[in-house]
Nanobody, 118 residues
Framework: QVQLVESGGGLVQAGGSLRLSCAAS????????MGWYRQTPGKERELVAT???????NYADYVKGRFSISRDNAKNTHYLQMNSLKPEDSAVYYC????????????WGQGTQVTVSS
């Protein structure tokens, strides 16, 4: 089994920054793609950013230039640096990792609340 533990969410004023972390532990041989989604009440979960095992990144248009995703393979951890935050960035942020161990499986974190006040 694999567990993903998120940290770093909280309350911040508009224009501020937060850094989310997602640490994977358990039965892990390697991790392919890692990423972040977010969700607000009444809406579907939406993609924020992804990063491949080679370090190639992809961002949703609404966060390009403000958010940055990175990973530390030695720690099985990935990060989301969020700058110039806006009230509309408020959401529960979920991380995921595609883990290889006797097969390949996607795991989700428990979610962390990000609230941006105006």
């Amino acid at each position: 089994q694999v567990q993903l533990v998120e940290s770093g969410g909280g309350l911040v004023q508009a224009g501020g920054s937060l850094r989310l972390s997602c640490a994977a532990s358990g039965s892990i041989l390697s991790i392919d793609k890692m990423g972040w989604y977010r969700q607000t009440p009444g809406k579907e979960r939406e993609l924020v950013a992804t990063i491949t095992s080679e370090g190639s990144t992809n961002y949703a248009d609404y966060v390009k230039g403000r958010f940055s995703i990175s990973r530390d393979n030695a720690k099985n951890t990935h990060y989301l640096q969020m700058n110039s935050l806006k009230p509309e960035d408020s959401a529960v942020y979920y991380c995921y990792s595609v883990v290889r161990f006797l097969g390949i499986k996607l795991y989700w974190g428990q979610g962390t609340q990000v609230t941006v006040s105006s």
